[in-house]
């Protein structure tokens, strides 16, 4: 069964940076589309990043300019290094499949407060 385990999470200042990972053990990782998602307090789950087999991405624009989504297929990872944190950016972060998501991982908590 795959999986998914994000980490990286954390309480952060407005301004401050963090790197969250996603580790899949997922077979033939390095030809999917990977997705980070994250869920702030009260409401749905959004898609914030995205990054093809090929490594090309794409962004929300709520993140666009502040976060880079990149992979490391031989380690079967997926990263999210996000700066200038602002407090709208609280929220649980997930990292799952495109366009045919597979079950979701614990999630991480990012948490941007004074």
């Known amino acids: 069964q795959v999986q998914f385990v994000e980490s990286g999470g954390g309480l952060v200042q407005p301004g401050g940076s963090l790197r969250l990972s996603c580790a899949a053990s997922?077979?033939?990782?390095?030809?999917?589309?990977l997705d980070w998602y994250r869920q702030p307090p009260g409401k749905q789950r959004e898609l914030v990043a995205t990054i093809t087999g090929g490594g090309t991405t794409n962004y929300a624009d709520s993140v666009k300019g502040r976060f880079t989504i990149s992979r490391d297929n031989a380690k079967k990872t997926v990263y999210l290094q996000m700066n200038s944190l602002k407090p709208e950016d609280t929220a649980v972060y997930y990292c799952n499949r495109d366009l045919v998501p597979l079950s979701w991982g614990q999630g991480t908590q990012v948490t941007v407060s004074s």
């Open positions: 997922m077979p033939y990782f390095a030809i999917y589309t």
